[in-house]
């Protein structure tokens, strides 16, 4: 396992591409746990400006313990399109070089070759969740207004759900470059996809009253895995855990978009 990563990130680190669309993710992830605190304060100045005693946005409490955990992985899911990119970067240049064919020639099995995308996914997905608990820790022992061990990790498991709903998500983004094999016009599919297709269909479930159809849109079945929880902050009910069906709905796409991609690769003349 470690070899096929060691393998992956070698021939990856050096692509421009691959290197700057996760560096991105990674700074938007530092600029929602960081940024929040100093933007409320900014709404704070500019309604103080404006005349408007007792209103103060700084009270809402996206850094406390234990909500910071599944507030900070509402947010960071959004930015998945960018690791998105990087894995289709990574699947599409495998074909356009032809350094798929040149790993089989060297004694990598077609098989390996879909294991070692699948563990830099995971990879990848750990590598976000770790960051997120690091920051959630430093922001909310910032500005949590109560801190306590029992607070500060009863929640944590959302960052669980968080890795789980991105590596169902990247391997739905490797079966989109094994399928197309041209970067540009897989990325270009993939925001098709969420924006019109799913968006459009979510939007045809709810009018006309069909709840279900959600179940088989993709993204938006993963995403559901950790739902908003800032209606709350306006006295609204949220469900502030995750289920198990959800859980399986996610472990089920990703292992049905692992399936699809090993197929695809295992059957094609490379």
Known sequence: ??????????????????????????????????????????????????????????IIPFYEFPDIWQNLTAVAIWFKLLLGFSLIYSITNEFSYRTIRQNVIDGMSKAEFVWSKVILAAFLSLASAATL????????LMYSSEISIGLMFEDVYFLVAFALQLFAFLLFTLFVGTLIKKAIIAMGVLVFWILAIENGLYIYGQVQNLPWIEYFLPVKSINALIHNPFPKYILMEIQDFVTFPELALVLGWGSLFFWATNRLVVNRDL
Not at 1 to 29: C, D, G, H, T
Not at 134 to 140: A, D, F, P, S
């Open 1 to 58: 396992m470690m070899r096929l990563l060691r393998i992956e990130i070698q021939k990856l680190w050096p692509n421009r591409a691959f290197r700057w669309l996760s560096i991105l993710y990674m700074v938007a992830m530092v600029i929602i746990a960081m940024g929040v605190m100093p933007f409320l304060r900014y709404l704070k100045s500019r309604i103080e400006d404006f005349d408007m005693d007792g209103i103060d946005p700084t």
């Open 133 to 140: 608990f690091v920051l959630g820790l430093i922001t909310g």
